[in-house]
Nanobody, 129 residues
Framework: QVQLVESGGGSVQAGGSLRLSCKGS????????MGWFRQVPGQEREGVAAICTGGGIPAYADSVKGRFTISQDNAEIAVSLLMNSLKPEDTAMYYC??????????????????????WGQGTQVTVSS
């Protein structure tokens, strides 16, 4: 049974940094997409960053380019999100997600929630001005 557990959320002032971590269990290291999403109450879940564990260029939402960095650790079946220069509009619940196992040629990691089948419970990030 695939499980994803996020950690690292918290409260920070604008301009500060946080690192989110997501550890997976219940599956072996293979090739799939791992992504970070965020959601504010009353709004749709939006993709923040994503990566293919088989390699490839990470994808970022325009709103976080140059500030957030996604990275993976296949040995631990983990993915992290380093968030720098945080802004109050980054305040949201952040979720880690994994796609089904990829087979054959893969495209760039997608930022749409529909491509992901497994989700963590989320970790809250609050940025104050």
């Amino acid at each position: 049974q695939v499980q994803l557990v996020e950690s690292g959320g918290g409260s920070v002032q604008a301009g500060g940094s946080l690192r989110l971590s997501c550890k997976g269990s219940g599956y072996t290291s293979s090739r799939y997409y791992m992504g970070w999403f965020r959601q504010v109450p009353g709004q749709e879940r939006e993709g923040v960053a994503a990566i293919c564990t088989g390699g490839g260029i990470p994808a970022y939402a325009d709103s976080v380019k140059g500030r957030f960095t996604i990275s993976q650790d296949n040995a631990e079946i983990a993915v992290s999100l380093l968030m720098n220069s945080l802004k109050p509009e980054d305040t949201a619940m952040y979720y880690c997600a994994r796609s089904p196992t990829l087979v054959g040629l893969v495209a760039a990691a997608p930022l749409t929630p529909g491509h992901y089948s497994y989700w963590g419970q989320g970790t809250q990030v609050t940025v104050s001005s």
